[in-house]
Structures are given as C-alpha cells and as structure tokens.
C-alpha cells in the first residue's frame, strides 16, 4: 500500500514547489472585505439575535459583504446526502468569513449549532478548499448547523473570485455529514479524527482504490482505538476515494486544520511528514548497506 521512496520524494518536492489551483488564501486576495452569508428566510428579530452572535452590529454591517443563501441552495448540496425532512424548508443558519493571514489556518467559531462541531467544520472546509480564514457560524436557536457549510463555500467563493468546484463541494458537505453520522456512534471528536488522519493517508500515499483506503481505514481505526461496522467502513471508503480525487495538497491540508493534527500527534499518532520521509529513506539506505554487505560476504 505504501508508496515507494522515489514517490515520496518526488510527491515531497512538488508539493514543497506549489500549491493546488483553487487553494488560494484569503490573505493573498487584494483588500477583501469580510462576509456574511445569511440564511434567506430569516426573519427580523431573528438576523438581529444572529447578528448579535456574530459579534456585528447594525453599523459594523456596513463593513461586511452579504449574500443570502437559500433553502434551495441548501438541498441542490444536501439532498444526496440527507433526508429532506432534516434539511428542512428553511434557510436559517449563517455564516461570517473574515480573511487571516497567510499560514494562519482555518479557526472555526460556533453558535446554536447542536450537531456540527468545530472540527467537523474545519475538516470539511480544507476538503472544500477554503485556507487561512476565521469561520463563525450562528443560528437563531439550535439547529443542526449541516447547511451552514453552504453559506460557506458561497461566501468563500464570492469573496475570492475562487468559486468553489463542484467536486470538491460534493466531497466536503459528504465529509460533513458523515462525520457527523459517525460522531454518533464513535463520538464527535474520535470521528473528526478518523476522518483527518484517514485523509492525510489518502493525501501523503496517493491512495485511490477501495483496496488501497480500506487498508488505510483499518490502520486508522487501529491506531485510535475504535470500531466501524461495514456499512461505516463502506461510506468512509466512497468519501476518499472522492477526496482522494480532489489532488488536495498536503502540507495545507495539515496546516489549515493545524488543531486536530495537534491532538492526533497528542496522541501519539505518527502522521505523514519530514519524519515519516526520514525513516523511509533511512529504510531505503538501510537495505543498499546490507544488500553490499552480504555481496562481500558472498565474495569472500
């Protein structure tokens, strides 16, 4: 399953030369207003209580760029996904982008959001391709928060000219989703975990068959403790194999979601990197000095 040392080197130096098209920070955008996108079917009292959470008032709102976000916006990226009955008959949940420095990551905030987690956020916005940005997301009462991810992607896209592509759109929301399926039974936090480490084996690896991820899956259900059923294992395979598709960037993937590989090397978990890449050559060397050893030997 494991890329030779010549794949790694090289998939190392091309990715230490540039970054994925699409993958452009917010911070390299020319003077880019902050953005709220606001679920259409609000109504007044309830904008002012998500205004309030946002932390904007009537006059800062002056400052920001809106765009609304329907809900038949939310079910063209839900639906597949999710019963309709769940993403409901209106848009309420909305969304603050403000830019960040380059390097900076993406920090996620929430507010009446009972389902989605921060890092289940976080996880789905580096799938989508969103880098170096403060994300606050907020809702009139609790709500489950899996459209939020729409206002997202929208505001992303308008604020950087960068429109978020439909492939990578389609991953994050079934990143999202399924994340959250698997939070209930392995717990939000494991399952956010799963799904960056499987990720960042799917990425490092260059995984791409069902045979390939399976085996990553197994090793990272290992490593964190946990169990899948095969209906978990199945959907979890058809999620990578999609994002696996997306050429997504490794050393961004890591950084924009910097927390949840802190608490995965917390764990003690050996993640992809300068460290793994350091092994596998010394492994490489390793068996050149043995295989000359044992040619001397044989001479003598």
């Known amino acids: 399953m494991r890329r030779t040392i010549f794949s790694v080197l090289a998939g190392t130096l091309a990715l230490a030369m540039c970054l994925v098209p699409g993958q452009q920070s917010l911070a390299d955008a020319v003077s880019v207003k902050p953005y709220i996108a606001f679920g259409a079917d609000l109504n007044k009292s309830q904008k002012a209580t998500v205004m309030e ?46 830019e960040e420095d380059a390097g900076s990551g993406i920090v996620v905030e929430t507010n009446n959001i009972s389902f989605c987690t921060e890092e289940m956020y976080t996880n789905a916005l580096v799938t989508a391709g969103i880098s170096d940005a403060h994300v606050t997301v907020a809702a009139p009462f609790e709500i489950s928060g899996t459209a939020a991810l729409v206002g997202a992607m929208k505001a992303y896209g308008i604020m950087t000219g960068e429109e978020i592509d439909a492939d990578s759109a389609d991953a994050a929301t079934n990143e999202l989703v399924l994340t959250g399926e698997l939070g209930e039974s392995i717990g939000m936090e494991k399952a956010s975990q799963l799904v960056a480490l499987v990720k960042d084996m799917v990425v490092s690896e260059d995984l791409s068959s069902e045979e390939e991820i399976s085996g990553a899956i197994d090793e990272a259900v290992e490593e964190l403790g946990i169990t899948l059923n095969e209906e978990q294992k199945a959907g979890l395979t058809s999620l990578m194999q999609k994002i696996g598709g997306l050429d997504l960037d490794l050393d961004t993937l890591q950084d924009q979601a910097q927390g949840i590989y802190d608490k995965l090397k917390d764990l003690d978990i050996d993640l992809s990197g300068a460290q793994g890449i350091l092994e596998q050559i010394g492994a490489f060397f390793k068996k050149i000095f043995e295989a000359i050893a044992e040619f001397f030997q044989n001479l003598f």
């Open 53 to 98: 959470q946002l932390g904007v008032t009537s006059e800062e709102l002056a400052d920001y760029e809106t765009v609304e976000v329907t809900n038949e916006e939310e079910h063209k990226y839900l639906d597949s996904y999710l019963d309709t009955s769940v993403i409901g008959t209106r848009a309420l949940s909305s969304v603050k982008i403000e």
